[in-house]
């Protein structure tokens, strides 16, 4: 049975309207990482409440709640990156507009891409061994938790790159894996390296982006004498963390290069350990590097299904980057009002095709009239307004009086602010018309 307007009044005045109670229904499942306030990248599942996270203009926002529900989400792959997300989770365009995944297939995306002229002050070749380090090094650490040696390791081939760098101590043989060897940073002619290494790396080796372009083209080089084979016009950097290859897939946009999707794949791991051959599967992950400039992104659609999904609200701007991509985040009274009230079907959900300025367009089962001189309005229903100089997605409320020729009384909630419903007051300027059923 549909609710009253009245009814609807009272039960949501003063409440922030989370429509699916997952705050909005565009969500990411598990392992899609965010980038956090110290350039580093983090699992959206793992992000709690009060972390700062970066925003599509490099602005810091806070994260005021965080949601995890089961949900229909669809893969779409794109020739940078796969993603599992429900179909309305707005991606920011090169047109200036947030619009759904889905339109990942017709329209460009807009790529993080953050701009920094300020040089770390560490020497070509300790960036070049902190790449190295980050594809096959570790931190040895003594039994009261003090640092003991920043090691890397590498075979044969490499001996010669690591001995041109001239950074590290006396080489050793591994002692469990034959044709390998062992050594460790000089960390008192290197301190700067060192301090590095122990903010960002001491419990997970991450790659902050606060370098410049400059020394990311240099960072990269080690990691790929670590990491990495020649490939064609490129390389492919294969990996275990896949949040560290994030980061590197930011360095590549960075620095122009095309890149490819990074896919999991399991991989045979046969180490030789004390004379004896032990074989082990291991999940690895695989970015591909071309060194030719983007000129499209690619994307299809591969299959939907229902799954655990997660999404973070934020203050500020209600943006962050996911993936090296920027998106948004939001809740809508609109959609719970043509539930509860009006009991119109929503398949596909309303309101998900690029803000409430396009919600006349595609109106569903609602009824359209176009704002004009002899347009005739009544209470109960939604009017929704353009574009302005401070909100470029429009504005939508549910019609609760009319107070005269010029101003109307309006049900509401800031799809900024995220502080609740409310009356107010609306101008009818720029208004573009009403749904009605």
Same mark, same amino acid.
């Given at each position: 049975m549909s609710m009253s307007l009245t009814t609807f009044i009272n039960t949501y005045l003063g409440k922030k309207v989370d429509y699916d109670k997952t705050g909005g229904p565009q969500c990411f499942t598990k392992n899609h990482y965010v980038l956090m306030s110290d350039w580093t990248y983090k699992p959206i599942q793992d992000v709690k409440v009060g972390d700062r996270v970066i925003g599509i203009n490099n602005e810091i926002n806070t994260v005021v709640q965080t949601f995890e529900n089961e949900k229909d989400v669809v893969h779409i792959r794109t020739d940078l990156v796969d993603f599992f997300v429900t179909e309305e989770h =707005?991606?920011?365009?090169?047109?200036? @507009?947030?619009? =759904? #995944?889905?339109?990942? /297939? +017709?329209?460009?995306?807009?790529?993080?891409? *953050?701009?920094?002229?300020?040089?770390? %002050? $560490?020497?070509?070749?300790?960036?070049?061994?902190? !790449?190295?380090?980050?594809?096959?090094?570790?931190?040895? *650490?003594?039994?009261? &938790?003090?640092v003991d040696e920043i090691r890397i390791t590498y075979g044969i081939k490499k001996r010669d790159f690591i001995k041109n760098l001239n950074l590290t101590g006396s080489e050793r043989e591994h002692h469990e894996t034959s044709n390998a060897f062992v050594a460790e940073l000089l960390k008192r002619k290197?301190? *700067? $390296?060192?301090?590095?290494?122990? +903010?960002?790396?001491?419990?997970?080796?991450?790659? =902050?982006?606060?370098?410049?372009?400059? @020394?990311? #083209?240099?960072?990269?080089e080690g990691f790929i004498n670590a990491d990495g084979s020649k490939k064609r016009n490129g390389y492919v950097i294969s990996n275990t963390n896949l949040s560290l290859l994030y980061s590197l897939q930011a360095i590549c946009i960075k620095l122009g290069y095309d890149t490819k999707t990074i896919r999991k794949t399991e991989r045979y791991s046969v180490p030789i350990i004390k !004379? +004896?051959?032990?074989?082990?599967?291991? =999940?690895?992950?695989?970015?591909?590097? &071309?060194?030719?400039?983007?000129?499209?992104?690619?994307?299809?659609?591969?299959?939907?299904?229902? /799954? $655990?999904?997660?999404?973070?609200?934020t203050d500020g701007t209600h943006t962050y980057i996911c993936n090296n991509y920027k998106v948004h985040n939001c809740v809508d009274l609109f959609r719970q009002y043509t539930d509860d009230v009006k009991g119109l079907p929503q398949t596909p959900p309303l309101g998900a095709n690029g803000g409430a300025k396009d919600i006349i367009k595609k109106p569903g089962k609602y009824n359209v009239t176009l704002d004009s001189p002899t347009a005739d309005y009544s209470v109960g229903d939604v009017l929704i307004w353009g574009p302005s100089k401070t909100n470029k997605y429009?504005?939508?409320?549910? $019609?609760?009086?009319?107070? &005269?020729?010029?101003?109307?009384?309006?049900?509401?909630?800031? !799809?900024?602010?995220?502080? %609740?419903?409310?009356?107010?007051?609306?101008?009818?300027?720029?208004?573009?018309? #009403?749904?009605?059923?």
């Open positions: =707005p991606f920011y365009f090169t047109n200036g @507009e947030f619009l =759904p #995944a889905v339109y990942l /297939t +017709k329209e460009k995306p807009q790529l993080f891409d *953050k701009e920094n002229y300020f040089e770390s %002050g $560490l020497t070509d070749n300790e960036l070049r061994f902190f !790449g190295f380090w980050l594809g096959d090094g570790n931190i040895a *650490k003594h039994h009261d &938790n003090k290197h301190k *700067k $390296l060192v301090d590095i290494i122990l +903010k960002y790396c001491s419990e997970e080796k991450r790659l =902050p982006l606060i370098f410049s372009n400059r @020394e990311y #083209a240099l960072i990269l !004379g +004896k051959v032990v074989k082990s599967i291991k =999940p690895i992950y695989r970015l591909t590097i &071309n060194k030719k400039s983007r000129q499209t992104i690619k994307t299809k659609i591969l299959e939907r299904n229902r /799954t $655990l999904v997660y999404n973070i609200e429009g504005h939508v409320a549910i $019609l609760v009086a009319i107070y &005269n020729t010029k101003y109307f009384v309006v049900m509401e909630q800031d !799809g900024f602010k995220q502080d %609740g419903a409310k009356l107010a007051f609306r101008s009818r300027e720029n208004l573009l018309g #009403a749904l009605w059923s």
